[in-house]
């Protein structure tokens, strides 16, 4: 009766939802009648518990969708996304993105951290032309955190045109983030440890294909089945 009661309601409340919310209830709806219960024992294992080897930290835009692009199961990424794939320096802005990596590669011992930037990105677009964002005050604020990736971009690569220039300011902002991600105590401790690894991607839209920079030639290589680390060789102090 419960059932029934709940089912006349579901269908009652419908008519106020948008297309968008009813097709996604649809999608839910296969994925609990038909996915789940083919997999059902695979959940299972990870109702009560979950052990991620990458902490992927990628953009908020929808069309980046990295279990698609990656071919991921559950239970495989510790994915934190924002606008920007931005990593606030330790300490500036101490919020979410900080208590996600503390937590992934302090707690989850995450083997990899990957930031991963993506083609016709809209933060590089506004990190580029800041008057664009003027009257987003948060937005303008957060994307403070690639300014340093943009004048490196406009000062050296001066000539470039629009297109070419928002390709460049996506790359250098990967490695900002990642020269911001090494201020993180976990990370830092972990680096100094030799067991973790750091990784700077760009996910091409318009082709499907993956860039990693390659720490050691400082330039972006097409992933492959060997990627290339942007981990830097860390200082290890002599012994006295």
């Known amino acids: 009766m419960d059932s029934e ?54 953009c908020s835009d929808s069309r980046i969708a990295p279990e698609l692009i990656l071919q991921s199961e559950p239970g495989d990424l510790f994915v934190c996304r924002n606008i920007g794939n931005m990593v606030p320096p330790y300490g500036e802005m101490l919020g979410s993105i900080t208590a996600v990596i503390e937590y992934a590669v302090g707690a989850l011992q995450t083997k ?75 990370v830092a401790s972990r680096l100094r440890r030799g067991d973790l690894e750091l990784y700077g991607w760009i996910y091409k839209i318009e082709t499907g294909e993956i860039w990693t920079y390659d720490g050691q030639q400082e330039r972006f290589v097409l992933l492959d089945s060997q990627p290339a680390s942007a981990t830097r060789p860390v200082r290890r102090r002599a012994a006295t």
């Open 5 to 58: 009661k709940r089912k006349s309601h579901a269908t009652e409340s419908q008519g106020n939802a948008p297309a968008s919310i009813r097709d996604l209830a649809q999608r839910h709806q296969r994925f609990r009648e038909e996915i789940f219960p083919a997999r059902k024992s695979e959940f299972l294992k990870l109702a009560t518990k979950q052990r991620p080897q990458v902490l992927l930290i990628t």
């Open 112 to 186: 990899a951290v990957v930031i991963c930037g993506h083609s016709d990105c809209g933060a590089m677009k506004g990190l580029m032309h800041p008057e664009t964002v003027e009257e987003l005050p948060a937005v303008s604020t957060w994307l403070r955190n690639g300014q340093s990736a943009r004048q490196i971009a406009i000062e050296s690569h001066p000539g470039r045109n629009e297109n070419e220039l928002l390709e460049v300011l996506t790359e250098e902002n990967v490695i900002a983030q990642l020269r911001h991600l090494e201020t993180h105590p976990t």
